[in-house]
């Protein structure tokens, strides 16, 4: 069973510019979520999509947002790109809500 | 807001040898999961081991072991016969249940112990 797969795995972009991520989810898994592994601040929950809907968001600047597509995949998108956006993201899908959450290995995101 | 704390940033086992880590946890929640995680140079969170709350009884997973203390909040996480492939941060993470007003799936982590294995 394939795991959850992101890409790219690493991004350069300079500050201002548009980033996408994405994620595949594990085959029939519903929810998808995406946190911030930044240096020195640990992982911070970002957002969380179910059945293509946004449920919940942590504390993050409305320029962090995403969605889910009806395949499930998710795309998180950071827009006006700021040097502390430099961190690791992580995604993570789970069958249902509830279920325990599967991680891929991540999106590099470094911005010069 | 719940908030997690691992207060041993480092640690260093043995191979063959027993390490236990440290996590609290603080929350007004009587129902919860926590969930210890590891993360490998290689990036990927792997999920070792998980706790509901309501069970009295601590989780093990083969050489993975919990001590849940729920009056204390405490949930630490005991590896025996340490190998070299244990090596990795590994991350305490909270959840609240779904039925919780205001419970959101979200995984709140600690900060992280980098276990080191030596030979």
């Known amino acids: 069973e394939a795991g959850v797969t992101q890409s790219p795995t690493h991004l350069i972009k300079t500050r201002g510019q548009q980033a996408t991520l994405r994620c595949s989810p594990i085959s029939g898994h519903t929810s998808v979520y995406w946190y911030q592994q930044a240096l020195g601040l640990g992982l911070q929950f970002l957002l969380w999509?179910?059945?293509?809907?946004?449920?919940n968001r942590g504390n993050f600047p409305p320029r962090f947002s995403g969605r889910q597509f009806p395949n499930y995949s998710s795309e998180l998108n950071v827009n006006a790109l700021e040097l502390e956006d430099s961190a690791l993201y992580l995604c993570?899908?789970?069958?249902?809500?509830?279920?325990?959450?599967?991680f891929g290995d991540g999106t590099r995101l470094s911005i010069l | 807001a719940q908030t997690v704390t691992q207060s041993q940033p480092e640690m260093s086992v043995q191979e063959a040898e027993t390490v236990t880590l440290s996590c609290t946890y603080d929350t007004s929640e009587s129902d919860y999961y926590l969930f210890w995680y590891k993360q490998p140079p290689s990036r990927q969170m792997i999920l070792v081991i998980r706790q509901e709350a309501y069970k009295q009884q601590n989780a093990t997973e083969n050489r993975f072991s919990v001590n849940f203390q729920k009056a204390a909040k405490s949930f630490s996480l005991k590896i025996s016969d340490s190998q070299l492939g244990d090596a990795a941060m590994y991350f305490c993470a909270y959840r609240s249940p779904l039925s919780t007003q205001g419970g959101s799936e979200k995984l709140v982590f600690g900060k992280g112990t980098k276990l080191t294995v030596n030979p």
């Open positions: 999509y179910d059945e293509g809907e946004e449920r």
């Open positions: 993570a899908s789970s069958l249902l809500p509830g279920q325990p959450q599967h």
